[in-house]
Protein backbone atom coordinates (compact mmCIF):
# COMPACT_ATOMS: atom_id res chain seq x y z
CA UNK A 1 0.00 0.00 0.00
CA UNK A 2 2.13 2.88 -1.24
CA UNK A 3 -1.00 5.77 0.09
CA UNK A 4 -0.17 8.77 -2.98
CA UNK A 5 2.56 9.17 -4.70
CA UNK A 6 4.08 12.01 -6.83
CA UNK A 7 5.84 12.21 -9.60
CA UNK A 8 8.64 13.77 -10.47
CA UNK A 9 10.16 14.19 -7.07
CA UNK A 10 11.82 17.77 -8.56
CA UNK A 11 11.94 19.33 -11.52
CA UNK A 12 13.20 22.51 -13.46
CA UNK A 13 11.92 24.80 -16.19
CA UNK A 14 12.51 27.59 -17.94
CA UNK A 15 9.89 30.17 -18.25
CA UNK A 16 7.08 29.49 -21.12
CA UNK A 17 7.68 25.48 -20.78
CA UNK A 18 5.01 23.22 -20.53
CA UNK A 19 4.88 20.14 -17.64
CA UNK A 20 2.68 17.83 -16.25
CA UNK A 21 2.67 16.65 -12.66
CA UNK A 22 1.38 13.18 -11.84
CA UNK A 23 -0.55 11.96 -8.63
CA UNK A 24 -1.37 8.47 -7.95
CA UNK A 25 -3.62 7.01 -4.71
CA UNK A 26 -4.15 3.35 -4.23
CA UNK A 27 -6.62 3.68 -1.03
CA UNK A 28 -9.39 3.97 -3.46
CA UNK A 29 -10.27 7.88 -2.19
CA UNK A 30 -13.12 9.45 -3.94
CA UNK A 31 -11.31 13.20 -3.73
CA UNK A 32 -7.96 14.22 -4.64
CA UNK A 33 -6.74 17.81 -4.54
CA UNK A 34 -3.30 19.55 -5.75
CA UNK A 35 -2.39 22.35 -3.12
CA UNK A 36 1.16 24.51 -3.53
CA UNK A 37 3.31 25.14 -0.37
CA UNK A 38 5.04 28.86 -0.28
CA UNK A 39 6.90 30.31 2.10
CA UNK A 40 4.89 31.98 5.32
CA UNK A 41 1.53 31.16 2.51
CA UNK A 42 0.94 27.72 4.30
CA UNK A 43 -0.85 25.26 2.40
CA UNK A 44 -3.23 26.89 -0.90
CA UNK A 45 -5.77 24.91 -2.92
CA UNK A 46 -4.93 25.03 -6.67
CA UNK A 47 -7.91 22.26 -7.65
CA UNK A 48 -9.64 19.23 -6.80
CA UNK A 49 -11.45 16.30 -7.98
CA UNK A 50 -14.48 14.94 -6.10
CA UNK A 51 -14.77 12.27 -8.24
CA UNK A 52 -13.68 10.35 -11.33
CA UNK A 53 -14.03 12.49 -14.36
CA UNK A 54 -14.83 16.06 -12.28
CA UNK A 55 -12.54 18.86 -11.52
CA UNK A 56 -13.01 22.68 -9.43
CA UNK A 57 -11.31 25.36 -9.02
CA UNK A 58 -9.32 25.76 -5.62
CA UNK A 59 -8.28 29.31 -4.20
CA UNK A 60 -5.31 29.43 -6.48
CA UNK A 61 -6.42 27.78 -10.17
CA UNK A 62 -4.80 30.34 -12.83
CA UNK A 63 -1.95 28.94 -14.80
CA UNK A 64 -3.02 25.46 -13.90
CA UNK A 65 -5.32 22.85 -15.55
CA UNK A 66 -6.19 19.48 -14.14
CA UNK A 67 -7.47 16.31 -15.26
CA UNK A 68 -9.14 12.69 -13.62
CA UNK A 69 -9.71 10.80 -16.18
CA UNK A 70 -8.80 7.76 -13.66
CA UNK A 71 -10.20 7.45 -10.07
CA UNK A 72 -6.48 6.60 -8.95
CA UNK A 73 -4.89 9.37 -10.58
CA UNK A 74 -4.97 12.96 -10.34
CA UNK A 75 -2.64 15.16 -13.13
CA UNK A 76 -1.71 18.92 -12.71
CA UNK A 77 -0.73 20.50 -15.56
CA UNK A 78 1.65 23.55 -16.72
CA UNK A 79 0.64 25.17 -20.34
CA UNK A 80 3.40 27.88 -19.78
CA UNK A 81 5.07 28.10 -16.89
CA UNK A 82 5.99 31.10 -14.79
CA UNK A 83 8.39 31.94 -12.00
CA UNK A 84 5.42 32.84 -9.93
CA UNK A 85 4.87 29.29 -10.50
CA UNK A 86 8.18 28.38 -8.87
CA UNK A 87 6.55 26.37 -5.31
CA UNK A 88 6.18 22.80 -3.51
CA UNK A 89 3.40 20.99 -4.99
CA UNK A 90 1.84 18.34 -2.90
CA UNK A 91 -0.92 16.00 -3.71
CA UNK A 92 -3.35 14.70 -1.27
CA UNK A 93 -6.68 12.47 -1.23
CA UNK A 94 -9.39 11.62 1.04
CA UNK A 95 -12.10 9.01 1.12
CA UNK A 96 -15.21 11.79 1.33
CA UNK A 97 -15.87 15.23 1.98
CA UNK A 98 -17.85 15.06 4.94
CA UNK A 99 -14.67 14.91 7.81
CA UNK A 100 -12.10 15.07 4.95
CA UNK A 101 -8.95 13.36 6.45
CA UNK A 102 -6.05 14.16 3.80
CA UNK A 103 -3.36 11.77 2.94
CA UNK A 104 -0.33 13.64 1.42
CA UNK A 105 1.95 12.95 -1.06
CA UNK A 106 5.85 13.77 -0.69
CA UNK A 107 5.58 16.65 -2.72
CA UNK A 108 6.99 18.26 -6.03
CA UNK A 109 9.81 20.80 -5.87
CA UNK A 110 9.30 22.73 -8.87
CA UNK A 111 11.53 25.59 -10.28
CA UNK A 112 10.30 27.93 -12.67
CA UNK A 113 13.61 29.83 -14.39
CA UNK B 1 -15.51 33.70 6.47
CA UNK B 2 -14.18 30.22 7.14
CA UNK B 3 -10.37 30.77 8.25
CA UNK B 4 -7.54 29.49 10.26
CA UNK B 5 -4.97 31.29 12.41
CA UNK B 6 -2.00 30.12 13.90
CA UNK B 7 -0.70 33.53 15.53
CA UNK B 8 2.88 32.07 15.98
CA UNK B 9 5.37 31.83 13.02
CA UNK B 10 7.97 30.30 14.84
CA UNK B 11 8.74 29.27 18.47
CA UNK B 12 11.69 27.60 19.49
CA UNK B 13 11.84 25.27 23.33
CA UNK B 14 14.10 23.41 24.87
CA UNK B 15 14.52 19.58 24.73
CA UNK B 16 12.28 18.34 27.67
CA UNK B 17 10.09 21.51 27.91
CA UNK B 18 6.66 21.58 27.30
CA UNK B 19 4.85 22.99 24.13
CA UNK B 20 1.73 24.61 23.13
CA UNK B 21 0.96 25.56 19.52
CA UNK B 22 -1.99 27.99 19.36
CA UNK B 23 -4.64 27.27 16.58
CA UNK B 24 -7.91 29.68 16.34
CA UNK B 25 -10.12 28.86 13.66
CA UNK B 26 -13.25 30.80 12.00
CA UNK B 27 -16.48 28.30 11.02
CA UNK B 28 -19.63 28.59 11.26
CA UNK B 29 -21.28 25.23 11.80
CA UNK B 30 -19.54 22.12 13.69
CA UNK B 31 -15.99 22.18 12.85
CA UNK B 32 -13.63 19.11 12.21
CA UNK B 33 -10.62 19.77 13.23
CA UNK B 34 -6.92 18.49 12.37
CA UNK B 35 -3.32 19.20 13.10
CA UNK B 36 -0.96 18.01 10.62
CA UNK B 37 3.14 18.10 10.76
CA UNK B 38 5.84 18.15 8.11
CA UNK B 39 9.18 17.53 8.69
CA UNK B 40 11.52 18.93 6.51
CA UNK B 41 11.56 17.69 2.59
CA UNK B 42 8.55 15.67 3.70
CA UNK B 43 4.83 15.66 2.93
CA UNK B 44 2.33 16.50 5.98
CA UNK B 45 1.52 14.04 8.30
CA UNK B 46 -1.42 13.83 10.46
CA UNK B 47 -0.76 14.12 14.44
CA UNK B 48 -4.58 13.89 15.55
CA UNK B 49 -8.11 15.14 14.54
CA UNK B 50 -11.25 16.06 16.38
CA UNK B 51 -14.72 15.36 14.45
CA UNK B 52 -17.21 15.38 17.91
CA UNK B 53 -16.90 13.93 21.54
CA UNK B 54 -14.57 14.41 23.90
CA UNK B 55 -12.59 18.04 23.42
CA UNK B 56 -9.29 16.74 24.46
CA UNK B 57 -8.13 14.22 21.25
CA UNK B 58 -4.82 12.30 21.56
CA UNK B 59 -2.84 11.93 18.25
CA UNK B 60 0.53 10.39 17.92
CA UNK B 61 4.07 11.45 19.04
CA UNK B 62 2.74 12.08 22.40
CA UNK B 63 0.82 14.86 21.22
CA UNK B 64 -2.83 16.10 22.01
CA UNK B 65 -5.29 18.59 21.27
CA UNK B 66 -8.10 20.76 23.18
CA UNK B 67 -10.84 21.91 21.17
CA UNK B 68 -12.71 25.24 22.69
CA UNK B 69 -15.34 26.08 21.29
CA UNK B 70 -16.14 29.03 23.39
CA UNK B 71 -12.31 30.27 22.28
CA UNK B 72 -12.88 29.18 18.66
CA UNK B 73 -9.43 27.19 19.32
CA UNK B 74 -7.41 23.67 19.07
CA UNK B 75 -4.25 24.28 20.22
CA UNK B 76 -1.74 21.39 20.47
CA UNK B 77 0.58 20.48 23.10
CA UNK B 78 3.25 18.37 24.29
CA UNK B 79 4.42 17.74 27.68
CA UNK B 80 8.03 16.91 26.64
CA UNK B 81 9.41 17.96 23.57
CA UNK B 82 12.19 16.08 21.68
CA UNK B 83 14.72 17.10 18.89
CA UNK B 84 12.81 15.00 16.58
CA UNK B 85 9.63 17.18 17.04
CA UNK B 86 11.40 19.96 14.76
CA UNK B 87 9.31 20.63 12.49
CA UNK B 88 6.43 22.44 10.83
CA UNK B 89 3.32 21.75 12.17
CA UNK B 90 -0.45 23.15 10.08
CA UNK B 91 -3.60 23.19 12.27
CA UNK B 92 -6.66 22.72 9.46
CA UNK B 93 -10.43 22.69 9.58
CA UNK B 94 -12.74 20.35 7.09
CA UNK B 95 -14.82 22.86 5.14
CA UNK B 96 -17.48 21.21 2.65
CA UNK B 97 -14.97 19.52 -0.21
CA UNK B 98 -11.52 20.65 1.10
CA UNK B 99 -9.01 21.40 4.04
CA UNK B 100 -8.58 25.35 5.18
CA UNK B 101 -5.12 25.24 6.01
CA UNK B 102 -3.17 28.36 8.85
CA UNK B 103 0.14 29.08 7.73
CA UNK B 104 1.91 27.13 9.68
CA UNK B 105 3.84 27.59 12.83
CA UNK B 106 7.65 26.61 12.68
CA UNK B 107 9.01 24.76 15.89
CA UNK B 108 12.75 24.91 16.43
CA UNK B 109 14.38 22.47 19.51
CA UNK B 110 17.39 23.57 21.20
CA UNK B 111 19.36 20.56 23.06
Known amino acids: NAGVTQTPKFRVLKTGQSMTLLCAQD?????MYWYRQDPGMGLRLIHY???????AKGEVPDGYNVSRLKKQNFLLGLESAAPSQTSVYFC????????????FGPGTRLTVL | AQSVTQPDIHITVSEGASLELRCNYS??????LFWYVQSPGQGLQLLLK??????LVQGIKGFEAEFKRSQSSFNLRKPSVHWSDAAEYFCAVGAPDKLIFGTGTRLQVFP
Open chain 1, 92 to 103: ASSYDSRYNEQF
Open chain 1, 27 to 31: MNHEY
Open chain 1, 49 to 55: SVGEGTT
Open chain 2, 50 to 55: YFSGDT
Open chain 2, 27 to 32: YGATPY
